[in-house]
């Protein structure tokens, strides 16, 4: 059982930068691949970023090059760092976890509550 809780959303204008954090709990955290995905109102929930345990990482082409996702599993933290903030980047961001490597957000079993980010033009 893995529980996750965000943090770091707020409203920003445009070209700025926000960084979300994820805290889980759980001695197993370091075994999970860790995502960020999004929604925006009316829109399907999409993956912003994944990371494995080791690090490896995985961008939406909508992001590649603005976000960095990063974890510390002495922590048991994962982050999303966003630089270079658009309107379209507007949504309520979800961090989750999944024991396979996956893009596909059915493969993830632990979500977050989410956290709104707000970009402003």
């Known amino acids: 059982q893995v529980q996750l809780v965000e943090s770091g959303g707020g409203l920003v204008q445009a070209g700025g930068s926000l960084r979300l954090s994820c805290a889980a709990s759980?001695?197993?955290?370091?075994?999970?691949?860790m995502g960020w995905y999004r929604q925006a109102p009316g829109k399907e929930r999409e993956l912003v970023a994944v990371?494995?345990?080791?690090?490896?990482?995985n961008y939406a082409n909508s992001v590649k090059g603005r976000f960095t996702i990063s974890r510390d599993n002495a922590k048991n933290t994962v982050t999303l760092q966003m630089n270079s903030l658009k309107p379209e980047d507007t949504a309520v961001y979800y961090c989750?976890?999944?024991?396979?490597?996956?893009?596909?957000?059915?493969?993830?079993?632990?979500w977050g509550q989410g956290t709104q980010v707000t970009v402003s033009s």
């Open positions: 759980g001695r197993t955290f370091s075994s999970y691949v």
């Open positions: 989750a976890a999944a024991l396979v490597w996956s893009t596909w957000k059915e493969s993830y079993d632990y």
């Open positions: 990371i494995t345990s080791g690090g490896s990482t």
